[in-house]
């Protein structure tokens, strides 16, 4: 069964950077896009970045400039590079295995979660 592990998260304040990780156990991640999604209290979990299986990356508007996803295809990782963090940054994050080479925003084409990582930006 796959498993997502994710690492990186902590506190820090507005402005600063993290990188996020995620390892992926198994032997689909080469032929699958996957994405980073986050959550707060309350409300649905919200999409900020997906990368296909050949390397294309897309990211929500509100992350566009300031987060760049990447996968190490030979490490089964995929990565969240988090700069100009802002508070309204702060969520759980998680990411997630797509169920193919592409996918789309929508939570719904994707098919394995990791448990996620906590990322509080202070002001």
């Known amino acids: 069964q796959v498993q997502l592990v994710e690492s990186g998260g902590g506190s820090v304040q507005a402005g600063d950077s993290l990188t996020l990780a995620c390892t992926v156990s198994g032997r689909s991640f080469n032929s699958r896009a996957m994405g980073w999604f986050r959550q707060t209290p309350g409300n649905e979990r919200e999409y900020v970045a997906r990368i296909t299986w050949n390397d294309i990356p897309s990211y929500a508007d509100v992350v566009k400039g300031r987060f760049t996803i990447s996968r190490d295809n030979a490490k089964n990782t995929v990565y969240l590079q988090m700069s100009s963090l802002k508070p309204e940054d702060t969520a759980i994050y998680y990411c997630?295995?797509?169920?193919?080479?592409?996918?789309?925003?929508?939570?719904?084409?994707?098919?394995?979660w990791g448990q996620g990582t906590q990322v509080t930006v202070y002001s």
């Open positions: 997630a295995r797509a169920s193919g080479q592409y996918a789309s925003y929508q939570a719904v084409s994707y098919d394995a």
